[in-house]
């Protein structure tokens, strides 16, 4: 797996590893593509940010087809479906999906960014504490 992937998907593994509830693991995981949604969609803008977030779980789907289909455009929050499915799942499917779609997402970014700059870009969103409601596995307001 893309290092940086690896270091972003480390909370949710954690969560999935001590058996979490799946609501938990997806709430990490919003946190986790919000976090990444703040941190990119300044430098990529709205639109980039929706392609590459389409890209990647479209890859994904490869391996977990009941990923749903992202929104087109610039949804308000293209992540809730994401979250919605996620809770559906055993916990270890919805961590193995996230892990497939940061692989993803990462090694898009890296083709057109490189990887130092997709790691100094994303690094700082694993460093940065999860809020505490999508983090319990609350619906996304």
Not at 110 to 138: C, D
């Amino acid at each position: 797996m893309n290092p940086t992937a690896q270091l972003l998907h480390a909370p949710v593994a954690a969560l999935a590893d001590d058996g979490a509830e799946a609501s938990r693991v997806a709430g990490a995981v919003l946190v986790s593509w919000r976090a990444i949604d703040a941190a990119l969609a300044p430098i990529v803008g709205r639109g980039g940010l929706s392609a590459l977030y389409r890209r990647s779980v479209k890859l994904a789907q490869a391996e977990h087809p009941w990923l749903p289909e992202p929104p087109l455009g610039e949804a308000p929050d293209p992540f809730t479906d994401l979250h919605v499915a996620l809770c559906e799942r055993p916990t270890a499917d919805a961590a193995a999906a996230h892990r497939s779609m940061l692989h993803s997402f990462c090694a898009v970014l890296e083709t057109l960014i490189g990887a130092s700059l997709t790691e100094r870009i994303l690094l700082p969103v694993q460093e940065a504490p999860p809020s505490s409601g999508a983090a319990a596995g609350n619906t996304p307001s």
